[in-house]
């Protein structure tokens, strides 16, 4: 079975200064997807960048990039210029086949900006 | 936008009553789930559909079971709602397997907080 890992349940970073939030997985399969996904205090969870496990790319999407590393199974996300509205819980996750089947979670991380 | 939304946003209910959380999206998914999100836990997977009327057990299954009727509706029902099912409940649609480089995720919706006295 597939398992994602997120190792620091809590973190906090200075406005305007940039972050790198860590997850691992565990996976036997070559092709998968891996994402991060944001909740704010108001809870609607929301995907913040997505990863393609063929594409030997990283993602990005405005301030946020990741840091793929397949061989290690590692997929760390970076938040450059990190605002106030970045403050949430940040949530690994995995899916083995399309992107959009099951979707396996990290136990999530706290971040806290801090002005 | 995808809107998929969640019946209640906050719900208290007595040990031993049957609970219904219904879960609504406008996008025609054909996928939709229920997980349950617990702190230092994680996101859990209750259960998911592929489609109407089909139905798939997920990680922890217990103590609850699913509806799917129509497609853009799937509930999940607590038959005798019990203290230890106190928890976040997120719903959420996708569509089915994706064509590669179309980004495309599940869609959350804003969750129902249970209380179970």
């Known amino acids: 079975a597939q398992t994602v890992t997120q190792s620091q349940p809590e973190m906090s970073v200075q406005e305007a200064e940039t972050v790198t939030l860590s997850c691992t997985y565990d996976?036997?399969?070559?092709?998968?997807?891996l994402f991060w996904y944001k909740q704010p205090p108001s809870r609607q969870m929301i995907l913040v960048i997505r990863?393609?496990?063929?594409?030997?790319q990283n993602a990005t999407e405005n301030r946020f990039s990741v840091n793929f590393q397949k061989a290690a199974k590692s997929f760390s996300l970076k938040i450059s210029d990190s605002q106030l509205g970045d403050a949430a819980m940040y949530f690994c996750a995995y899916s083995g086949q399309g992107g959009s089947e099951k979707l396996v979670f990290g136990k999530g991380m706290k971040l806290t900006v801090n002005p | 936008d995808v809107k998929v939304t969640q019946s209640s946003r906050y719900l208290v209910k007595r040990t031993g009553e049957k609970v219904f959380l219904e879960c609504v999206q406008d996008?025609?998914?054909?996928?939709m789930f229920w997980y349950r999100q617990d702190p230092g836990l994680g996101l859990r997977l209750i259960y998911f559909?592929?489609?109407?009327?089909?139905?798939e057990k997920g990680d922890i299954p217990e103590g609850y079971s699913v509806s799917r009727e129509k497609k853009e509706r799937f509930s999940l029902i607590l038959e005798s709602a019990s203290t230890n099912q106190t928890s976040m409940y997120l719903c959420?649609?996708?569509?089915?397997?994706?064509?590669?480089?179309?980004?495309?995720?599940?869609?959350f919706g804003p969750g129902t907080r249970l209380l179970v006295l």
């Open positions: 996008m025609d998914h054909e996928n």
């Open positions: 959420a649609s996708s569509l089915p397997y994706p064509l590669r480089d179309v980004e495309e995720t599940q869609y």
């Open positions: 559909s592929y489609d109407v009327k089909m139905k």
């Open positions: 996976t036997s399969e070559s092709d998968y997807y």
């Open positions: 990863q393609e496990a063929y594409k030997q």
